[in-house]
T-cell receptor, first 108, second 115 residues
Framework: DAKTTQPPSMDCAEGRAANLPCNHS???????VYWYRQIHSQGPQYIIHGLKNNETNEMASLIITEDRKSSTLILPHATLRDTAVYYCIAGGYQKVTFGIGTKLQVIP | KAGVTQTPRYLIKTRGQQVTLSCSPI?????VSWYQQTPGQGLQFLFEYFSETQRNKGNFPGRFSGRQFSNSRSEMNVSTLELGDSALYLC??????????????FGNGTRLTVT
């Protein structure tokens, strides 16, 4: 799996869009970008994944740069329940490695 | 569709004992992975099973073992428990992790406390 780099923490005002960046400059051509989040004391929750096209589902949007070296997870209207640690993973073919993620704090 | 089920939810053991944790994957998922999560080390990969075979293994001592049954259910065992084994143990299932386009779906874990 490719190494990923995320900011350790971010704040977002409730109701605003939360944009979480991830750098994966060593990603190979057939590796997917996955996003998960973990709310305290629960197992990580799958959010979205993509290969090279932008993706959207009911939870979030994923924007992947054309060179695939970075991506952004967008929560369009953040709520207090979106406060969690967000993990960006690049790869998934072998053992999946989680970094420290980004702790997103949604502020009322 | 039912999610990933892990039992028990909480467990307290003493040093030297052994423990078995159970995981039932989402129906149709054939790959099961196990992770250990501690405040200091984060989420660390233990091993992954597919079709009853261990396909990948993380850097954990041999005291940590697992198996997968023909119905894809999985168990992990930790023998000779140490205080440092206290952690949240998470199980994740996917259709087939090796396909690359197969997200992991996690259970809520088993919280193991070793005293």
């Amino acid at each position: 799996d490719a190494k990923t780099t995320q900011p350790p923490s971010m704040d977002c005002a409730e109701g605003r869009a939360a944009n979480l960046p991830c750098n994966h400059s060593t990603i190979s051509g057939n590796e997917y970008v996955y996003w998960y989040r973990q709310i305290h004391s629960q197992g990580p929750q799958y959010i979205i994944h993509g290969l090279k096209n932008n993706e959207t589902n009911e939870m979030a949007s994923l924007i992947i740069t054309e060179d695939r070296k970075s991506s952004t997870l967008i929560l369009p209207h953040a709520t207090l329940r979106d406060t969690a640690v967000y993990y960006c993973i690049a790869g998934g073919y072998q053992k999946v490695t989680f970094g420290i993620g980004t702790k997103l704090q949604v502020i009322p | 569709k039912a999610g990933v089920t892990q039992t028990p939810r909480y467990l307290i053991k003493t040093r030297g004992q052994q423990v078995t944790l159970s995981c039932s994957p989402i129906s149709g998922h054939r790959s099961v992975s196990w992770y250990q999560q501690t405040p200091g080390q984060g989420l660390q990969f233990l091993f992954e099973y597919f079709s009853e075979t261990q396909r990948n293994k993380g850097n954990f001592p041999g005291r940590f073992s697992g198996r997968q049954f023909s119905n894809s259910r999985s168990e992990m065992n930790v023998s000779t428990l140490e205080l440092g084994d206290s952690a949240l143990y998470l199980c994740a299932s996917s259709y087939d992790i090796a396909r690359g386009n197969s997200p992991l779906h996690f259970g809520n874990g088993t919280r193991l406390t070793v005293t």
